[in-house]
């Protein structure tokens, strides 16, 4: 069975300061990733995935992420964080074979000061 | 494009009694997905259709039925509500089940008394 961690309820980072949100998967066989962000009273919004090829994976709004197949890791990253980044994360993992049932972490809330 | 609309936004009902939630996409997408989202839970699959005409379980379908009305319409029905359905009610679509992005409604938030 397909699994995902988010082993951080909250995280809290300056304005400016580089931020990670994590993620861990299980899957028994390859998979792909997926990071999506919910703002208040909103639904889900893709970031990136990982599918295959380069490990770093670029997103939308200065996010990446990069997998970490021998840790089963694929942690969120962005170099300079911005108050409106703040809102709740959310990792996702599926098998790269038949149809896409996503499995979802509990989400990260990330608090970004100004 | 409205992208992925729901409605009503927001529900309450006594227990026992019944509802349809209604999701509609404009993307002409193929794949339909309903969720769930609980506090400290995450999102959790209720049902899914990978296209029109089909409809399968998801991790958490007891209690609810749903209907791939045509390609666009995908409704979520409960028949006897319960309190332990009280949460916030996501739709979402994809182009197919393989590879592509989740597109999601904002969302329908029930409250079962």
């Known amino acids: 069975a397909q699994s995902v961690a988010q082993p951080e309820d909250q995280v809290n980072v300056a304005e400016g300061n580089p931020l990670t949100v994590k993620c861990t998967y299980s899957v028994s066989g390859n998979p792909y990733l997926f990071w999506y962000v919910q703002y208040p009273n909103r639904g889900l919004q893709f970031l990136l995935k990982?599918?295959?090829?380069?490990?770093l994976v670029k997103g939308s709004y200065g996010f990446e992420a990069e997998f970490n197949k021998s840790q089963t890791s694929f942690h969120l990253k962005k170099p300079s964080a911005l108050v409106s980044d703040s809102a709740l994360y959310f990792c996702?993992?599926?098998?790269?074979?038949?149809?896409?049932?996503?499995?979802f972490g509990t989400g990260t809330r990330l608090l970004v000061s100004p | 494009n409205a992208g992925v609309t729901q409605t009503p936004k927001f529900q309450v009902l006594k227990t026992g009694q019944s509802m349809t939630l209604q999701c509609a996409q404009d993307m002409n997408h193929n794949s339909m997905y309903w969720y769930r989202q609980d506090p400290g839970m995450g999102l959790r699959l209720i049902y899914y259709?990978?296209?029109?005409?089909?409809?399968d379980k998801g991790e958490v379908p007891n209690g609810y039925n749903v209907s791939r009305l045509n390609k666009r319409e995908f409704s979520l029905r409960l028949e006897s509500a319960a309190p332990s359905q009280t949460s916030v009610y996501f739709c979402?679509?994809?182009?197919?089940?393989?590879?592509?992005?989740?597109?999601f409604g904002p969302g329908t938030r029930l409250t079962v008394l």
């Open positions: 996702a993992v599926t098998l790269n074979t038949g149809f896409q049932k996503l499995v």
């Open positions: 990982y599918i295959t090829g380069d490990n």
């Open positions: 259709s990978a296209s029109e005409g089909t409809t």
């Open positions: 979402a679509s994809s182009e197919d089940g393989k590879i592509n992005e989740q597109f």
